[in-house]
């Protein structure tokens, strides 16, 4: 059955901006789909509201829609492109929902639009809990027992008939609150009470308990033909209980013989079919009964996932871009592995192993729970290949750069004492504490001993926690023994015993100190992933030392081939990874080439935007005629597909092995401003080691970054920076502090994501930061903090150029929205600066391009300027890719990462005809997301420290329509009517009239707190009063739980008004009310408004867009 | 931790750490590409006088237990693995792989890089090797007086003594409860995996084993409704005397054939086979149904195939291998006999064939209507 015909023209919807739970993966997929289904020779159209996508780049789709992945604009688009299919398998959980939003809204039907790759009653099937359950007890599998329920007798019949341990489920809370495990028939009552309480439906599920079962997932996929394959088996680490996502996971499956694998093989052959995916991938998850084998079904996603990207980059096998062919008509056996070259109708099999770890970013939310659940936490991962899990385990360990070197013990870092005692105050009481306290916090105690430390571990690792991998290891170091730790995390005997074998072997190594390594010894311990570092550490040598003997020795990594094939075949594609063995694979050409180091895992500041740029560097060397080579060590990204570039070494960017590629590949030069702070780290110990770096120089990221010399180029150039200075140690900082004021920005040198950067109004909050930061650059040997006069009322300005070392190139002038002190990536921009006075704008660009030409970068950099009225100072500088670089692109259709690339590869701006700034005739605005919905309990005001996990776009004829697209893409709704709540400082009170007075002209109630009612009132503006939350019920917050308000703008000023309005903020994320916490958001949320009410707006694609884009 | 290598005869060594039994041992070494089932392949006897390379990398992470054998001892000549698990983790587990090596006298080798010895297998072709603590050249000595693949019936060392019953099905590891036996097959065991036999049971048949040497007087004398043919090790050729059997079943009874007695039959039938470069071995081999156009993942484990070329006019292909076009599987329609080159019993391996046992029970009943 070969490709379809009558289908030309398909839409492919993407996934929206990065979430929790939603990440490059989709870009992954949505990039290979577009790709596959332009080769096909299909008119591809493209929706998707994140800018810093790949599959966003203009020339990945015939017409691509950056617009919100709403449902009413998702119609519009389909009624102007009347395309003839659309595709929403490959776009997460956002496109599938859109897609039955199309069916349900009956848009697919009147436009005659088929819905390709998952079918309508296929989705449903797989998503409703009762109709799945219902279609795996008619092909005879098994999920866990459980039966909702609406009353304490119909809850104690289903407990005593399921049996205890019992889980609850209440229905429709958030974050699953009121629910978990009950263990004993005596605790029942008070548990289902409590749960009937919370839950708004009083409704909750009562559900067998599979706590501590192993859990498998098998990737699948099926054509129409009923062909069928598992591309691959993923272990869990983590026993049931823990997301997958948060979970640490295996490829290929660990424990299971042949007979069991097949029995579930078999069960997701008949799930996949009995659901009717008739074209394309599912993941399907399983739990298995350890002590008999029994087999329950879990779930499964009739779509690719976060898994299947997982999977192929585990195995080389391209999911999506197989699924997107099948879905127009191939079957597998007309398809080819491009690997291999063989058939793709077959079942991968690899002779490695591969662990994925996920990245928490606990630090960025204070105050969030802690624990790892059924909901997903972690902002990233990890992915490493070895040759045992053992060696995959700790490379993994070491690509998640949390400042652990593998499996690193804490002992002796953490009063695990201490953790123990946080952890019982969190569990008696639900009260979230600081897990890992700083030592030096916590005073002098006698020092534990061993069984202290030991029972103390044995009682934390019975918690599910972001670090408990390195808990357990340390439980190991003091003498747990296998059944405690069995008894206490139902992590497989199997994991515990690999985890036994690192544990041995460091204390092999410890015993040799003070001699030379044999050449078994050192062989054996980098077969097991021991980086050169830790094997240092444990021998109490110095690295270099350590490095030196093992070259001496001759002990070096092998480069073995992901091939789909265990070597059954030659493999065409070079997709390495680095073990121990006796024959290297890495067969380097000798074309000249250049090395990208990409970002590792995401986080929370550095993320899809960095992936993106190294992915264009990819494409620009090609186009001039480089070899590229690619480093990263992100399973979600497309920098990380076998196809984006010529080479691709999946690998930690850690010194030791980015040395290696080095030297096995001998390039050119190595590109490290592309990949966000992780390759910026590397710059000057690799230009150390004599590698060549391109662009920029080591020495002038560092002068940039370095703040003494920083302010040596400020003077000489005549620009202003805010008043500081720098503080090594508290008193220091006292006095910087008194010498500039209150409030002051504090930061530790060298951060990113703006982490552990505060305001802070006093001494007390000061010594307060103090004892937190250090923790904070636990990595970081400075304890030196950069004290900053904070400039409160300033706009804040983003600026990226490309420099060649000659001529400076503006690429793009932002405004944030948002005043300073909030992140530059939490708050939203515009672009152009919608405004700024003409005199302000050339100051920016002229400082622009002095701070360029004296650095001499030689390829991207970003500036940050503070405007006060019509003083413009410079925040600060980085010589690299910036978080802004892709929305740029978006927004003008100038490919700014491709041109720096190309200009770090020599070329010149002129000879590349990039000589004038890109100057739109619409309107762009950048908006971030967050993800506090995952935290209750973190307070979700804007600061300095970065915490959103994405961003979208908005594009628009006006700054009102392209902010009000942004909003709407961030899943916020303005309203049309009924009231608005405005709460403003003095300083906003008369801009608090004009608002007022745009919303009563627009037809709003006005409601405000006593002092910003007079003001309303004596300008005019008829307003009704109602309590700040501190005078008392009836007060705003018990208004927005009625439902009451429809949007909620509140300004507050100094640290006490922030922690009062707390809980309002908090219940206006939980009611999903739109908020705005500055005069100068609001004031575009009510232009949006306005323009909201002007009647119906028109989506364009950006290429269209681009067309009319000037230059000057 | 013994010093221990595996050496080929064309001189390439790799060393290791000796585990399994001690002493020395010769071989064909190939490789397979499971990643699950090491039990189900050391206890096939198809691999009798090869030496068996993993390319997953570690092995006995489930230990052994008695459900998963496919015969009553391991056949295969050596075990070569990257790393052995010391101690499982396994519900069904009695004891380590380590024991049931050295309990079985079979010769062993961890440490060795199998990715390197697959490759060379690969580029090189299927040879014969030795696996040993002894000094290399001794090694490479044994290795080079070993006698070659080609030429050899290895089916007397690993076929049933004598005949016997067999009422064994799949139980709960099947798709369901066995039918009920309604057709008498009579197995000709060439080193059949048990698994064949429990897949006949669970198809609703009556199953007597016989020996390799049974001839076809014999076999008709049992009255059978169907007569199986098993797979088996060595050189197909030179199993002349179950040629000559199958010969003379051909016509008088429905035949089917697995893997060694799919090439039983096509040489009965007047096709010739031949050696391939290292075979196929492995879980995950895509084989095109040429009548149904499905796909099947399948368990091969072959290092001769049948010509393509070679098959008469009454014969027909009816499966092809989707990687490299081999013959998977033919069938002459006026003898009521047909066979495929793989393994629809799989174990280890998916079951995506296990239909073709339906298909022989299928003309079993023709036949007999």
Redesign the interface.
């Known amino acids: 059955m070969p490709r379809r015909d009558d289908l030309q023209k398909i839409l492919l919807i993407g996934s929206g901006p990065i979430v929790i739970g939603q990440a490059c993966e989709f870009d992954y997929s949505g990039t290979q789909g577009a790709k596959a289904l332009r080769q096909e020779g299909y008119e591809v159209i493209l929706v998707n509201s994140n800018p810093a996508t790949i599959m966003t780049d203009p020339q990945m789709a015939d017409r691509t829609y950056v617009e919100p992945l709403t449902p009413e604009v998702l119609e519009r688009i389909l009624e102007r492109e009347r395309p003839d299919a659309v595709l929403p398998t490959l776009g997460g959980q956002t496109a599938l929902n859109l897609a039955l939003a199309m069916h349900d809204r009956g848009v697919l039907e009147r436009l005659g639009i088929e819905l390709i790759g998952a079918r309508v009653d296929a989705i449903r099937k797989a998503e409703e809990r009762e109709l799945f359950k219902q279609a795996m007890e008619k092909i005879g599998l098994e999920c866990a027992r459980a039966r909702t329920c609406r009353t304490v007798e119909d809850a104690w019949a289903t407990a005593e008939e399921i049996g205890f341990p019992i889980i609850l489920r209440p229905s429709l809370t958030m974050g699953g609150s009121g629910g978990g495990i009950v263990e004993r028939r005596e605790d029942f009552d008070r548990a289902i009470r409590w749960a009937f309480q919370q839950s708004p439906v009083h409704e909750c599920l009562v559900e067998e308990s599979v706590l501590g079962w192993k859990e498998f997932e098998l990737e699948v996929i099926r054509d129409r ?6 591309i691959c ?1 993923i272990e869990n680490f983590d026993p049931m209980g823990v997301h997958t996502g948060d979970s640490i996971t295996v490829a ?8 069991e ?3 579930m ?2 069960a997701g052959r008949k799930i996949i079919t009995e659901i009717g995916v008739d074209t394309g991938g599912s993941n399907i998850q399983f739990s298995v009964d ?4 029994r087999l329950l079904v879990i779930e499964m996603n009739p779509r690719v996932s976060r898994s299947s990207a997982l999977a192929s980059k585990a195995t080389g096998y391209p999911i999506a871009k197989i699924a997107a062919k099948l879905a127009v008509g191939y ?3 007309e398809l080819r592995n491009d690997i291999t070259g ?2 793709a ?9 591969v662990v994925k770890q996920p990245r928490f970013a606990f630090e960025k939310f204070r105050g969030a729970d802690p624990r790892l659940t059924t909901q997903m936490k972690s902002v990233g991962e990890s992915m490493a290949i070895g ?3 053992k060696e995959a385990l700790q490379k993994a360990a070491r690509s998640l750069e949390i400042g652990r070197d593998g499996l690193s013990s804490l002992l002796g870092r953490v009063d695990y004492r201490d953790v123990r005692d946080q952890l019982r105050v969190l569990r008696a009481t639900g009260e979230v504490v600081d897990l890992v306290r700083p030592l030096a916090l916590l005073g002098d105690r006698p020092e534990a001993t061993t069984e202290e430390l030991r029972e103390a571990l044995l009682e934390i690792i019975r918690t599910p926690l972001a670090e408990r991998l390195w808990y357990v290891v340390d439980a190991i170091r003091v003498g747990a023994t296998e059944d405690e730790l069995y008894e206490a995390t139902w992590i ?3 994991f515990l ?1 690999q985890l036994r074998e690192i544990v041995d072997e460091e204390r092999a190594l410890e015993a040799t100190k003070g001699r030379p390594l044999a050449v078994e010894e050192l062989a054996r311990a980098k077969r097991m992933g021991f980086s050169d570092s830790r094997i240092a550490t444990l021998r109490d040598e110095p690295v270099a030392a350590q490095r030196e003997s093992r070259e001496g020795a001759g002990v070096e990594r092998i480069y ?1 081939r992901v091939d789909t ?6 493999a065409l594609t070079p997709y390495l990874y680095s073990t121990w ?3 290297s ?1 890495a067969a380097p050409t000798e074309r000249e080439k250049v090395m990208i180091l990409g970002g590792g895992p995401n986080r929370i500041g550095q993320g899809i935007e960095f992936d993106y740029c190294c992915v264009h560097a990819a494409f620009a060397l090609q186009e001039l005629g480089y070899e590229t080579i690619m480093v990263n060590c992100n399973p979600e990204t497309v920098s990380t597909d076998y196809d984006t570039s010529d080479r691709l070494y999946f690998e930690p960017l850690a010194f030791e092995d980015v040395m290696a590629i080095v030297r096995e590949e001998k390039p050119k030069g190595v590109i490290v401003q592309l990949g966000g702070q992780t390759p910026l780290k590397l710059a000057v110990p690799l230009a150390r080691a004599g590698v060549p770096i391109l662009g920029t120089s080591a020495d002038a990221i560092d002068r940039a970054e370095d703040r003494e010399r920083f302010d040596e180029i400020l003077e000489k150039l005549g620009l202003r920076r805010p008043d500081g200075g720098i503080a090594r140690g508290m008193t220091q900082a006292f006095e910087v502090a008194a010498r500039i004021g209150y409030p002051v920005v504090v930061r530790p040198s060298y951060v990113l994501g703006g982490r552990a950067m505060e305001i802070v109004h006093s001494d007390d909050e000061l010594r307060e930061y103090f004892s937190k930061a250090l923790e904070a650059v636990e990595d970081a040997e400075t304890q030196t903090i950069l004290v900053d006069e904070f400039l409160e009322d300033a706009i804040e300005v983003d600026v990226d150029a490309v420099c060649d070392g000659k001529r400076v190139v503006i690429g793009g002038v932002m405004q944030h929205i948002e005043e300073a002190g909030v992140h530059s990536g939490d708050s939203s921009m515009v672009l152009p600066a919608h405004a700024l006075p003409p005199e302000v704008l050339g100051a920016i660009r002229s400082s622009t391009r002095a701070l360029a030409l004296e650095l001499g970068v030689v390829g991207l950099m970003n500036v940050q300027f503070a405007v006060r009225g019509s003083r413009v100072f410079v925040i600060e500088v980085n010589p690299r890719a910036s978080r802004t670089v892709p929305f740029i692109g978006k927004a003008t259709g100038v490919p700014l990462a491709q041109i720096a690339v190309k200009v770090m590869a020599g070329k010149t701006l002129d000879e590349l005809g990039f000589t004038k700034e890109p100057w739109p005739q619409h309107v762009a605005v950048k908006e971030s997301v967050f993800p506090f919905h995952k935290f209750p309990g973190v307070d979700t005001i804007l600061g300095p420290e970065m915490r959103s996990t994405g961003e979208v776009m908005g594009v628009g004829e006006t700054f009102p329509e392209a902010f009000l697209k942004a909003i709407w893409a961030t899943n916020v709704d303005l309203p049309r009517s009924g009231r608005v709540f405005l709460s403003v400082r003095d300083a906003d009170k008369q801009a608090a009239c004009d608002l007022g007075f745009r919303l009563r002209e627009l037809g709003f109630e006005v409601v405000a707190t006593g002092g910003t009612r007079e003001a309303l009132a004596r300008n005019g503006v008829e307003a009704s009063r109602v309590n700040k939350v501190l005078e008392g019920s009836p007060h705003i917050v018990d208004l927005l739980r009625a439902g009451d308000v429809g949007m909620v703008i509140n300004t507050t000023e100094g640290a006490e008004a922030i922690r009062d309005s707390r809980s309002l903020r908090r219940e206006t994320l939980l009611a999903g009310i739109p908020y705005f916490t500055t005069v100068a958001a609001a004031s575009a949320a009510v232009a949006a408004i306005e323009r909201m009410a002007e009647g119906p707006f028109e989506v364009r694609s950006l290429q269209e867009y681009h067309q009319n884009v000037r230059f000057r | 931790m013994q010093h221990a290598h595996l050496v080929l005869a064309d001189g390439t060594r790799f060393s290791g750490t000796a585990i399994g039994a001690s002493g020395e041992t010769t071989g064909e070494v190939v490789f397979t590409t499971g990643m699950t089932g090491y039990q189900e392949v050391l206890t096939d006897p198809s691999y009798c006088g090869q030496i068996v390379t993993m390319t997953a990398p570690q092995m006995g992470n489930t230990g052994v237990n008695p459900e998963d054998l496919e015969a009553t001892r391991p056949f295969l000549s050596g075990f070569v693995v990257h790393e052995l698990c010391p101690a499982p983790s396994s519900w069904r587990a009695t004891g380590t792989l380590d024991e049931y090596l050295r309990e079985h006298g079979i010769v062993g080798i961890a440490g060795v890089d199998t990715r390197a010895v697959t490759r060379h297998v690969r580029d090189f072709g299927a040879q014969m090797a030795a696996i040993g603590t002894a000094d290399p050249e001794r090694l490479l000595a044994l290795a080079k007086a070993a006698p070659p693949m080609t030429g050899r019936d290895l089916t007397g060392e690993v076929t049933s003594a004598a005949t016997h019953e067999w009422t064994e099905g799949t139980g709960v590891w099947g798709p369901g409860p066995a039918a009920s036996p309604r057709h008498h097959v009579v197995a000709l065991d060439l080193g059949m995996k048990r698994n064949i036999l429990r897949c006949l049971v669970d198809a609703g048949c009556r199953v007597t084993v016989v020996p390799a040497r049974t001839d076809a007087a014999t076999i008709l004398g049992l009255a059978p409704d169907g007569v199986f043919l098993s797979n088996g090790p060595g050189d197909p050729a030179a199993v002349g005397y179950a040629i000559e059997a199958v010969r003379a079943l051909l016509g008088r009874v429905p035949l089917f054939g697995i893997c060694l007695g799919h090439q039983i039959l096509s040489l009965a039938i007047g096709a010739t086979t031949y050696k391939l470069k290292f075979g196929h071995r492995g879980l995950n081999q895509p084989v095109k149904d040429l009548v149904t156009g499905r796909i099947e993942i399948t368990t091969q484990n072959h290092g001769f195939a049948v010509n393509v070329d070679s098959l008469p006019a009454d014969a027909k292909l009816t499966h092809l291998h989707l990687n490299d076009g081999t013959c998977m599987g033919i069938e002459v329609p006026s003898k009521r006999a047909f066979s495929v080159q793989y393994h629809p019993e799989a174990a280890a391996g998916p079951h995506d064939s296990r239909y073709l046992f339906e298909r022989f029970v299928a003309s079993m009943e023709r036949a007999a209507a």
Request: hydrophobic share 35%.
């Open positions: 033909a009923d062909n069928f394959a598992v088996t290929p499956a660990m424990t299971l013989t042949d007979r694998y097949q029995r093989r078999d350890p002590k008999t084998g079957t597998l056996d063989t058939s109708a077959f079942e991968p099999t690899i002779d490695y192993v040759k045992t899990f497989d005997r199997w015993r073995a094939c265990a070597a059954e075949f030659v063995g006796e024959q694979e």
